[in-house]
T-cell receptor
């Protein structure tokens, strides 16, 4: 398995609270991605990073922000969580653009 | 708008059967088509991938068939086993750009 650790693995929180999810990699890969997985939608890209401090939006970025201050860590923040953000969140990494993405085991987030 | 349409949503086959999962796309610029396998509680794992310059690719019991003119590609699992029970996702991308995933197919292989 690719060296990807997502934390926490499970979280339950209340609407309106801030939430930060962490993706940590030991592969020194340049590219990192955050997806959400929902029934009937598959995986949808939230944000991605192509280097330290270099990030960009994906197709479902509203309500989310990201930061990457070190190669190994990519953080996803929900500034004020809403129930529509209840989902399973996956981090993925990629060494170069002609290589496939490798996924972590996900964070199950429930917002009540 | 779903960039990649996947069917069926679920599939049940007997052990030894050949489940087939289909995907269709519209963007003719897509040039990389991977399939991912996902077990409960785990992230998707790359299974096999194809580029549009070939019509078929085999890796073990898994085969991708690609029809460029029809803008369709499919995954065939030969001699399916109970251990193949998982959710399968197709995807498409322009190399170096965003991946677009299908909605997934839940496969159950009955012993």
């Amino acid at each position: 398995d690719a060296g990807i650790t997502q934390s926490p693995r499970h979280k339950v929180t209340e609407t309106g609270t801030p939430v930060t999810l962490r993706c940590h990699q030991t592969e020194n890969h340049r590219y990192m991605y955050w997806y959400r997985q929902d029934p009937g939608h598959g995986l949808r890209l939230i944000h991605y990073s192509y280097g330290v401090k270099d990030t960009d939006k994906g197709e479902v970025s509203d309500g989310y922000s990201v930061s990457r201050s070190k190669t190994e860590d990519f953080l996803l923040t929900l500034e004020s969580a809403t129930s529509s953000q209840t989902s399973v969140y996956f981090c993925a990494i990629r060494d170069s653009l002609d290589q496939p993405q490798h996924f972590g085991d996900g964070t199950r987030l429930s917002i009540l | 708008q779903q960039q990649v349409k996947q069917s069926p949503q679920s599939l049940i086959v007997q052990k030894g059967g050949i489940p087939i999962i289909n995907c269709a796309y519209e963007n003719t610029a897509f040039d990389y088509f991977p399939w991912y396998q996902q077990f409960p509680g785990k992230g998707p794992a790359l299974l096999i991938a194809i580029r549009p310059d070939v019509s078929e690719k085999k890796e073990g019991r898994f085969t991708i068939s690609f029809n460029k003119s029809a803008k369709q590609f499919s995954l065939h699992i030969m001699d399916s086993q109970p251990g193949d029970s998982a959710t399968y996702f197709c995807a498409a991308s322009i190399i170096g750009n965003q991946f677009y995933f299908g909605t997934g197919t839940s496969l159950t292989v009955i012993p």
